[in-house]
């Protein structure tokens, strides 16, 4: 029981952190090919470098939370369809 | 019926069997947005610093008195696109070279309109066919292009190629920075580095 609770708060943790790392990606995306508006917006404090240093860093963990967002959700589907 | 009326050139899209990009390709990400020179009578190319006889030139002193010459040159920006162009202009030695530069000159400071700066070694410039551009693909640069001039700084970034340049300065301050440089961004900016300072 204590089990599938851990398994299900993983799941969740995944696909929040996922969002998250999706929102920064657009965020600093837009920090780069718009640079002017968004560090005004931020109040100077998402400067282009910075949204650079990010973005360019966010690949491996966006690839790994992708993997496992698929991973997890392709599992729950698999179980689902399983007969009982 | 015998007068031939000019009217305004289109730009070229194929020069000595290379593909060009278009004036239109590029993406603008100026630190002001597009600067527009309106009165060109007015203005000044200063150059200052480390010389002998400092110059400010008319555009038309630049346009008529110094050979031009023409080179396709791909511009590589940090934000991962890149333009093939054929770019027309002057050789920034030839310009500093009548100004006399100082034998402790190492640096050239190049200065914008809109307050942008960058810097590149003296040696770069003079050891390279490196032109300061008025045409690409055979037209007059538009305003969001950088006219009156674009530097043409191949082999390094985009943030080195300055755009509306005003002044080029001469220094022996080796360790300046310029705009994007004091952000983070290589002081070299060579192409076969990253562009973020090691």
Known sequence: ????????????????????????????????TEFRTVETLTLGLLTKSLAFKIHNNLWIPFIILLGLHVFLTLIKKRKKAMPD | MDETEELEPVEIREYGGTDLSSVDDFRENSIRGPQHIDDIASYRLKITGLVDNPKNHTYEDVIDNYQHYKKVVTLDCVEGWSVTILWEGVLVRELMAESSPLPNAKVVIFHAYDGYTTSLPLDYIMNNDIIMAYKMNEVTLPAERGFPFQLVAESRWGYKWIKWITEIELSDDVNYRGYWETRGYSNTGDLDKGFFEE
């Open chain 1, 1 to 32: 029981m204590k089990n599938i609770a851990n398994q299900h708060l993983f799941k969740r943790i995944v696909h929040w952190l996922l969002a998250i790392l999706v929102i920064i990606y657009l965020v600093t995306g837009f920090g780069i």
